[in-house]
């Protein structure tokens, strides 16, 4: 069980969507796709569905070629698409035991499946509700249990999340971490701390190029040279005397706050602490910013 | 296919489109056949429903289009094409499970009229004067038509997003099929193959099958053209490809 994507390229007329990209995954993974709008990311995945052809390249699933044998690979996928396309004029399980129709053929197999769904996506009290009377994070839901419905081995959500308040969020995170155990999970987000919360790797994509693969531990430690530090003191104290503390870029005044540019590889808090031992000055607080997904995230996808 | 049938199926009979359709064409033809002196039965005098299979095809040109055209315009729409075609079934058995959906529907507002053949073979004198394998071809050639009529109506629905567009250009085509073909083979500048031009249209086939005689080379007209239509559907489809 395996996705298995080389050196696809996708070209729009003269525009190049995805520009030769190549990884591989697999099971129980969670991959989460990071860049800016209009990066190629959805394209990526439309492609890895089956949806539309790369223009070069291949893309296998499980070791089905998604442009030579696209029925055994779709078999495979369950996929949520961008801004969750449901038939509002269907009710809850009436969609799923459709959808269910296309994938399996035994249907009190399908019943069942439908149920299981039901429950594990929390749609037990709407499901005898039409889509289009439902909220958006219950359409989510829904969209995700007829992703799930065939207990496919690869998933692949695009933007599963946006839309929904923090605690639906939270909640549609847990119900991605526990499915995914034995699956692979593939996500496009915009938001940061999701994956931080959620993923094992990150795939950062800025003009269909990939310019980033890795666990986010090791993302977050790279591509930076200096580092800030927040100092707090009691008394008012003009910037420019930390300035001559050895490994200080550069000092900033902010409301009460010193902001201190250090080199990375200085430790500088000790010395400030002596140093306001040695002039008499009352440290009240030192603070050291991690360095955030939001960074590097900029860092490589800023041109 | 047979699941996107039922699918469609089951649209049709959960929104009121079908049953506003179906007592539409009932009322209408209804009108038409028994009531309007024009064209009614009782005023005519004879025993038979020539009038019922002249009119039907035109009330078919606008009911046909308005069942088909909400087809594929509207999935394309809602963007729940993208769902279906990321499904593992292809793309023919999509056309295919919509198409027999569309034709069902027509088929089943062909069949209470099967009520005026009985209704005008009481009245005739004696009783059951009436020309029996007549209006059985017609039947026949009525539901070929319907058939026709529903594939161009797929067909016109797969390559616009508007239920309006998808309408007005499956009743154009409808039209000129049906009749456009003999209107034109008339003009005096084609005189000369006037009888070719007459056997592209559907009027000319239709006819001949009113007559009670179903001839093969009727059929294969009526199968190329359904045939034709639905490969046409299948190549926009294909055209997200290209």
């Known amino acids: 069980m395996s996705i298995e994507v080389k050196n696809l390229t996708k070209v729009f007329n003269t525009q190049v969507a995805v520009d030769n990209i190549s990884f591989r995954a697999q099971k129980g993974e969670i991959i989460g796709f990071l860049g800016p709008n209009g990066a190629g990311k959805s394209t990526t995945m439309k492609i890895i569905t089956g949806y539309i052809p ?11 070629d998604v442009v030579h044998s696209p029925i055994q690979s779709r078999q495979n996928i369950g996929y949520l698409p961008e801004h969750n396309p449901l038939y509002t004029d269907m009710y809850v399980h009436e969609y799923l035991r459709f959808v269910g129709s296309l994938h399996i053929s035994n249907r009190r197999f ?24 439902l909220s ?3 359409r989510q839901r829904v969209g995700l249990a007829q992703a799930l419905l065939h207990d496919p081995e690869v998933l692949i959500l695009d933007e599963p999340t946006t839309g929904l308040d923090p605690n639906q969020i939270i909640e549609i995170r847990g119900l991605i971490r526990n499915i995914s155990k034995h699956k692979i999970v593939i996500f496009s987000t915009h938001i940061m701390q999701e994956v931080q919360a959620l993923c094992s790797r990150v795939l950062i994509i800025n003009n269909g190029r990939l310019v980033a693969d890795d666990v986010p531990d090791n993302l977050k430690n790279i591509q930076k040279e200096s580092i800030i ?20 870029l550069s000092v900033k005044q902010k409301d009460q706050f010193i902001l201190v540019e250090a080199d990375m590889d200085v430790d500088v808090r000790p010395a400030i602490f002596k140093f306001a031992g040695e002039k008499g000055f009352t440290l009240v607080g030192m603070n050291q910013e991690a360095n955030s997904m939001e960074d590097v995230f900029r860092k490589l996808t800023q041109n | 296919m047979i699941q996107i049938l039922i699918k469609e199926i089951n649209v049709f009979l959960d929104s009121l489109i079908a049953y506003i359709i179906i007592s539409v064409f009932l009322t209408g033809i209804g009108l038409l056949m028994w009531v309007f002196p024009e064209t009614s039965v009782l005023d005519y005098g004879f025993a038979e429903m020539g009038s019922f299979f002249t009119l039907c095809p035109y009330i078919f040109m606008f009911l046909i289009p308005a069942i088909s055209m909400r087809m594929f315009s509207e999935e394309k729409r809602n963007g729940t094409m993208e769902l279906l075609l990321t499904r593992p079934i292809r793309d023919i058995d999509i056309i295919l499970g919509k198409y027999f959906a569309g034709l069902f529907l027509v088929a089943f507002s062909i069949l209470p009229t099967l009520l005026y053949y009985y209704t005008i073979r009481y009245l005739g004198n004696p009783v059951g004067n009436i020309d029996t394998a007549g209006v059985a071809g017609s039947y026949f050639g009525l539901f070929l038509l319907g058939a026709v009529f529903t594939s161009i109506g797929t067909f016109s629905s797969s390559f616009t997003e508007n239920q309006v567009t998808a309408f007005i250009i499956a009743v154009f085509l409808c039209f000129f099929l049906y009749f456009g073909f003999n209107a034109i083979s008339t003009i005096g500048l084609f005189s000369g193959i006037s009888d070719q031009i007459d056997q592209l249209g559907i009027l000319y086939h239709y006819n001949s099958m009113s007559k009670g005689l179903i001839d093969s080379r009727d059929l294969v007209y009526f199968f190329s053209v359904i045939s034709g239509m639905l490969l046409f559907t299948n190549l926009i489809l294909r055209s997200r490809k290209w």
């Open chain 1, 110 to 133: 399908i019943r069942e499946r439908v149920l299981e769904m039901i429950e594990l996506c929390g749609l037990k009290k709407e499901q005898n509700k039409l889509i289009r009377a």
């Open chain 1, 229 to 248: 530090i927040s100092v707090e003191f009691k008394e008012k104290i003009d910037p420019e005397l930390i300035k001559s503390i050895e490994g200080v």
């Open chain 1, 54 to 64: 790369p223009t070069e390249g291949t893309v296998k699933v499980c070791g089905f």
């Open chain 1, 136 to 138: 958006k994070g219950f």
